[in-house]
């Protein structure tokens, strides 16, 4: 029995590419806020560019609270999703969700617990998350974000998210 040939790389790179930005693209707030994620392989690291928009407290100057938390949120939703239908993007089964807007449904954030360590500089995030458990219905995620040393986090998070059906 004969193998069939496996698919160029660029190909494959294409078609990750697109599931990704049609996953992104498909939440308007991640947009906005001009969040971009780098991938590589599997592993998602988000970015959330500066603008001077983000900062909440000019005195300091700190980057607001609130898009702190929405950051590791989109992190961990994205970051969910995505290992959630690697298998279909992989397969080709989903065909860069249909390109025609008919994105698979996003799970919901059941709740959101955020640890500010530090106050955010006026420079570049990065972020990334880990699913801890993610069974048919319910999922665990923990995200964290960092600026200019990954060693020295300005906040992490731990959220649980209700899983949507396949299908």
């Known amino acids: 029995m004969m193998r069939s040939a496996p698919e160029p790389v660029q190909v494959i790179k294409q078609r990750r590419d697109a599931a990704l930005s049609a996953l992104v693209e498909g939440v308007p707030y991640v947009t906005w806020l001009g969040v971009r994620f780098d991938r590589r392989g ?43 239908l690697w298998e279909d993007v992989e397969s080709g089964a989903l065909d860069a969700f249909d390109m025609a807007g008919h994105l698979p449904r996003l799970p919901k954030t ?28 319910y999922a665990s995620v923990r995200a964290e974000a960092w600026q200019d040393n990954r060693d020295r986090p300005l906040a992490h998070a731990t959220a649980h998210f209700l899983m949507p059906r396949k299908g």
């Open 42 to 84: 599997d592993e998602l690291t988000a970015i959330l560019p500066y603008n001077d928009d983000l900062i909440g407290n000019p005195m300091l100057p700190a980057i607001h609270g609130g898009v702190t938390a929405a950051f590791l949120e989109i992190t961990a939703m994205i970051t969910l999703s995505w290992n959630w």
């Open 110 to 137: 059941i709740d959101f617990t955020v640890d500010y360590l530090r106050s955010g500089l006026p420079r570049d995030a990065y972020a990334r998350a880990y699913v801890t458990r993610s069974g048919r219905r």
